[in-house]
T-cell receptor, first 112, second 113 residues
Framework: GNSVTQMEGPVTLSEEAFLTINCTYT??????LFWYVQYPGEGLQLLLK?????DKGSNKGFEATYRKETTSFHLEKGSVQVSDSAVYFC???????????FGKGTTLSVSS | KAGVTQTPRYLIKTRGQQVTLSCSPI?????VSWYQQTPGQGLQFLFE???????NKGNFPGRFSGRQFSNSRSEMNVSTLELGDSALYLC????????????FGDGTRLSIL
């Protein structure tokens, strides 16, 4: 079946540090992949997406590349800010295109 | 353009009761999906409604049900509440069935005493 595995958190960084949050998936075929972000007390917001192998999604300084050979979609940012503190979810769209399958989420805490 | 609106934001119930949550999608969006978020299980898909019909369903017991109205607004009902139903319930809307991206509301926090 479909599944998404994210690195366990929390991830604690200082401002301007480099961020990597690992995400690997198990799925049939080549599903669309997503990163969502959830700020405290809010719902999920789409951060970026990639729909096919080697696609790079990017938004607000965050990037992730769809790697089919390693079934990965790691999230990176070159210089994090305090305002990036949130929970980040990696997700894939199931083969039928009907539901998002989420990882458990990774909490990022950035201090100044 | 208004986002996805979920009401109420917070709800406290006791075991055995039932509850109804509401979701108003973004104007023009016809598909509404529901997710349950808990610390232990994470985010899990409940069901999707499109054109007033349930199109897809996750692995949840029959106590969880929903409906969609002609204006695309959706309600989710949970009957015979259990302690384990305490969760954040998120609604997401999209233009068409299965379309991406889905736009999420801020959720309804349900606490069962």
């Amino acid at each position: 079946g479909n599944s998404v595995t994210q690195m366990e958190g929390p991830v604690t960084l200082s401002e301007e540090a480099f961020l990597t949050i690992n995400c690997t998936y198990t799925a049939t075929g080549y599903p669309s992949l997503f990163w969502y972000v959830q700020y405290p007390g809010e719902g999920l917001q789409l951060l970026l997406k990639a729909t096919k192998a080697d696609d790079k999604g990017s938004n607000k300084g965050f990037e992730a590349t769809y790697r089919k050979e390693t079934t990965s979609f790691h999230l990176e940012k070159g210089s994090v800010q305090v305002s990036d503190s949130a929970v980040y979810f990696c997700a894939l769209l199931n083969q039928a295109g009907t539901a998002l399958i989420f990882g458990k989420g990774t909490t990022l805490s950035v201090s100044s | 353009k208004a986002g996805v609106t979920q009401t109420p934001r917070y709800l406290i119930k006791t075991r055995g009761q039932q509850v109804t949550l509401s979701c108003s999608p973004i104007s023009g969006h016809r598909s509404v999906s529901w997710y349950q978020q808990t610390p232990g299980q994470g985010l899990q898909f409940l069901f999707e409604y499109f054109s007033e019909t349930q199109r897809n369903k996750g692995n949840f017991p029959g106590r969880f049900s929903g409906r969609q109205f002609s204006n695309s607004r959706s309600e989710m009902n949970v009957s015979t509440l259990e302690l384990g139903d305490s969760a954040l319930y998120l609604c997401a809307s999209s233009l068409e069935q299965g379309a991406q991206p889905q736009h999420f509301g801020d959720g309804t926090r349900l606490s069962i005493l």
